[in-house]
């Protein structure tokens, strides 16, 4: 292959799918836009699961990128917006869930696993 072919496929497959927002979903007021993709930007895709719902194409993801502009366009906060899809979906919907009983041990168990992992790489071995 010439350099030139592997550039075209480097580029086509690392930048195919950078932004999933539609032409249509853009808002002409560019503050509406760029808080739209702020909030975009910590809301997690259902279906995608580690995706943010900016780069999804799943249907629920443009659903919401819709509600969420429709939304700054009635004038609601960021806060208001990500409380009102928080409600909606749960926990989940959230990159960062708060801290609960329930997500306590998601919170915890990288500071655990970091502590036995140290502990397993550095204890000292018995010379008999």
Not at 21 to 32: A, C, G, K, R, S
Request: with cysteine; charged share 25%; proline share 3%.
């Amino acid at each position: 292959m010439k350099i030139n072919q592997i550039l075209i496929l480097f580029l086509f497959f690392n930048f195919t799918n950078v932004m999933s927002i539609e032409p249509d979903e853009i808002l002409e007021d560019v503050q509406l836009e760029q808080r739209a993709r702020e909030i975009s930007s910590v809301l997690r895709c259902m279906v995608c699961q580690n995706e943010n719902i900016d780069n999804s194409n799943a249907g629920i993801a443009k659903d919401l990128r819709i509600l969420i502009r429709e939304e700054l366009i009635a004038g609601k906060t960021n806060s208001q917006i990500i409380n009102f899809v928080h409600n909606k979906y749960g926990d989940y919907v959230l990159f960062k869930p708060p801290l609960k009983f329930y997500t306590f041990f998601l919170w915890i168990s990288p500071f655990v696993i970091f502590f036995f992992l140290f502990l397993l790489f550095f204890r000292k071995k018995k010379i008999d």
